[in-house]
Every structure is written in structure tokens, then in C-alpha cells.
């Protein structure tokens, strides 16, 4: 596989790829209250295992309209290996922002609190592992790419959500 994959611009290669994954991770945020994956339980430090905002129907209405995006992309391209990827990104995903929480939480940093770079690449990071691992072939540009667009979406919808009122503060 070459540098790009779909089109001849890895722009649109990045956000193609890694779409069903920040699909995953955004729409759980529209869940306002839901069961604690921990189920409440404190770790041995004392602290929570994950906290209240990782919640089991975040996890299944993420992974439900990740598989939507990457269900698309299949029928569009006819590539059902790449479905398989696409699915396991969202799940890695998922998975990668679950285990950005235990880490906070480790650190003692409580649910909601900052922790930059971990915030908002850690979403990043687990669905890149399973793309990898289900022998995606990511090109250093590609990453690259797809690191840069995460960032600044996560600027803009930060303001955004802070100029609508969803948030406290513009970050
Ligand atoms: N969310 C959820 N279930 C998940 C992931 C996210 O319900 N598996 C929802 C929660 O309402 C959460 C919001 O999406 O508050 C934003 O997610 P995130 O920023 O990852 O959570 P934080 O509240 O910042 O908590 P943490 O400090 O653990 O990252
Ligand atoms: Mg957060």
C-alpha cells in the first residue's frame, strides 16, 4: 500500500480513516447520564477505577454509530476487509479512551479534569493499535495527517460547545 489509499490526497485519506473512530469518541458526550462501566467501584489506590463519565451506553452509542460510518464505507468502496479495520478502530477507540480515564484516574486527576495530550489523543492512540493490529498499514504521513485533524477539531468543537453553552470554559 502506498501513501494514500482512497483519493490522491491524504488530507481526505485521513479523515476517511479515522472518521469512524472520532465518531465513536464524540457521540457519547450527548449521553448525559448513564450506568458507570466501574459500576462505581473504587480501585486500590481508593480512587475510582474509570468515574461516571464512562458509561456503558456511551460505549454501546459509540460503537453503534461507529459501525454506521464504517458500514457506509464498505458498501461505497466493496472493501469488507476494511470494514473489519474500520469496525475495530472504533472499538480501539473506545477502548483507548477508557484507558485514558484509569490513567487520570491514577494520577489523581478527577473525572472531567484536564490532562492535555492524553485527553485527546488517547482515543487516538487505541484506534490507531487496533488498526495496526488488524494489519491496517498506517503511513507515518497518515498518522501525522490524522494527528493534526484531531487536534484542531478538538479545538473548534470545544469553543463551539463553550459558545453554545454546553461548556464552562473555551477549552
Ligand atoms: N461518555 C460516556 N461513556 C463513555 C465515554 C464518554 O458516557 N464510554 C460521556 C460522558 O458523559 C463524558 C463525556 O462523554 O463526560 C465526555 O467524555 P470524556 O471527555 O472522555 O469524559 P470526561 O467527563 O472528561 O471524563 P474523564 O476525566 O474520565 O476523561
Ligand atoms: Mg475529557
Known amino acids: 500500500m502506498g501513501l494514500t489509499m482512497f483519493t490522491n490526497n491524504v488530507i481526505i485519506d485521513a479523515i476517511l480513516v479515522y472518521l469512524p473512530a472520532m465518531v465513536s469518541n464524540a457521540v457519547p458526550v450527548f449521553i448525559k447520564k448513564g450506568t458507570p462501566l466501574d459500576r462505581g467501584k473504587l480501585f486500590i489506590d481508593g480512587r475510582r477505577i474509570l468515574g461516571d463519565g464512562k458509561t456503558i451506553e456511551g460505549f454501546i452509542t459509540g460503537l453503534y454509530f461507529g459501525f454506521i460510518v464504517s458500514t457506509l464505507y464498505a458498501i461505497m468502496l466493496n472493501d469488507y476487509i ?33 490532562a492535555i495530550g492524553l485527553d485527546q489523543l488517547d482515543f487516538y492512540i487505541g484506534a490507531n493499535a487496533l488498526l495496526v493490529a488488524t494489519m491496517f498499514n498506517i503511513s507515518t504521513q497518515l498518522f501525522i495527517v490524522g494527528l493534526v485533524i484531531v487536534m484542531i477539531l478538538h479545538i473548534a468543537t470545544n469553543r463551539v460547545a463553550y459558545i453554545l453553552g454546553l461548556k464552562n470554559v473555551p477549552w
Open 82 to 114: 476494511l470494514l473489519l479495520q474500520l469496525w475495530a478502530s472504533s472499538i480501539g477507540a473506545l477502548l483507548g479512551d477508557i484507558i485514558g480515564s484509569f490513567v487520570k484516574r491514577r494520577m489523581g486527576i478527577p473525572r472531567g479534569g484536564k
